[in-house]
C-alpha cells in the first residue's frame, strides 16, 4: 500500500487514527500485509492481550474499541503495523479485506531497550 493510500485511510476522527496519521506524516515506517485473516480472530488475540496488559496497569489507547470493531465486522481483515520514528509507538491498523477502508487502529507503546549510558545512570 502507498503511503498517500494508507494516509487517505487513516483521515477519520477519531484519536487514534489521527495520532497514527500524524506519525506517518512524521517518518513513520509502516507495513500492510496482502494477506487476510478471519477478524475474529484478531479480536480474541488482542482481547486476550488487553486483558494482561490491564492486569499491569497498561490501557492501549484504543485497543478495546478495535477488539469491538473486529467483532462487528466479522469478514476477513488485512492488517498493517505503523512504527512511529522515534520508536515510541507502534499502531495496528486493520483495513477491509479490499483495502479500501480502516475497520480499526489502536495504539501501543513500544518497549525500546535503554541504550548503555540509561542502564547505567549516565545522563548526557
Known amino acids: 500500500m502507498e503511503r498517500h493510500v494508507l494516509e487517505k485511510l487513516l483521515a477519520g476522527d477519531d484519536e487514534v487514527s489521527a495520532a497514527a496519521l500524524a506519525a506517518l506524516r512524521s517518518g513513520a515506517t509502516y507495513k500492510v500485509w496482502d494477506t487476510t485473516h478471519p477478524a475474529e480472530q484478531h479480536a480474541g488475540v488482542f482481547a486476550r492481550r488487553l486483558r494482561r496488559m490491564r492486569l499491569h496497569g ?67
Open 58 to 124: 497498561v490501557e492501549p489507547l484504543g485497543l478495546e474499541r478495535m477488539v469491538q470493531l473486529l467483532r462487528e465486522h466479522g469478514r476477513p481483515v488485512c492488517g498493517g503495523l505503523i512504527d512511529s520514528a522515534d520508536q515510541r509507538w507502534t499502531f495496528l491498523c486493520y483495513f477491509t479485506e479490499s483495502g479500501s477502508a480502516l475497520v480499526a487502529c489502536a495504539r501501543l507503546q513500544r518497549w525500546v531497550e535503554p541504550s548503555p549510558h540509561q542502564a547505567h545512570g549516565v545522563v548526557s
